[in-house]
Nanobody, 128 residues
C-alpha cells in the first residue's frame, strides 16, 4: 500500500515562511497528481493546491493563491508546498493526497473524494 509522508510543519510567526514536503513510497497512487489539503480546528478539510504529475500544471484555492507554491520532483517522488506570507488563519493540519489516473485541465480535482491516498498530516501553526 502506498505511503505518503509529510514533513516540514512547525510554528512560525505571521508573515513568515515554511516549506512542506510529501514523499510517496510509490508512484501508483500518485501517477495522476498530488495535492495539499488542510484542516483547521473545528472545521472541515479544505483544498489548498494540486499539481498534475505530467506537465506540472497547478491550481490553487483563492485563499492561498499568490502566497503558496506547489511543486514536485519526479525523480524523488516528492511534492512540496512553499508557503510565504503566512497568516494565523493558515494554522491547520496539512495533508498531502495522491490521485491515480489522468485528469484533464478543465476538470481539476479539488474534492477529497477525487484522491486515492492520504498522508497522516503535519501541523502548521502561525502565531500573530
Amino acid at each position: 500500500q502506498v505511503q505518503l509522508v509529510e514533513s516540514g510543519g512547525g510554528l512560525v510567526q505571521s508573515g513568515g515562511s515554511l516549506k512542506l514536503s510529501c514523499e510517496a513510497s510509490e508512484r501508483t497512487f500518485t501517477s495522476g497528481g498530488m495535492a495539499w489539503f488542510r484542516q483547521a480546528p473545528g472545521k472541515g478539510r479544505e483544498f489548498v493546491a494540486v499539481i498534475r504529475w505530467s506537465g506540472g500544471n497547478t491550481y490553487y484555492s483563492d485563499s492561498v493563491k499568490g502566497r503558496f507554491t506547489i511543486s514536485r520532483d519526479n525523480t524523488k517522488k516528492t511534492m512540496y508546498l512553499q508557503m510565504n506570507a503566512l497568516k494565523p488563519e493558515d494554522t491547520a493540519i496539512y495533508y498531502c493526497a495522491g490521485k491515480k489516473g489522468y485528469w484533464i485541465l478543465s476538470n481539476v480535482p479539488t474534492a477529497e473524494s477525487d484522491f486515492d491516498a492520504w498522508g497522516q498530516g503535519t501541523q502548521v501553526t502561525v502565531s500573530s
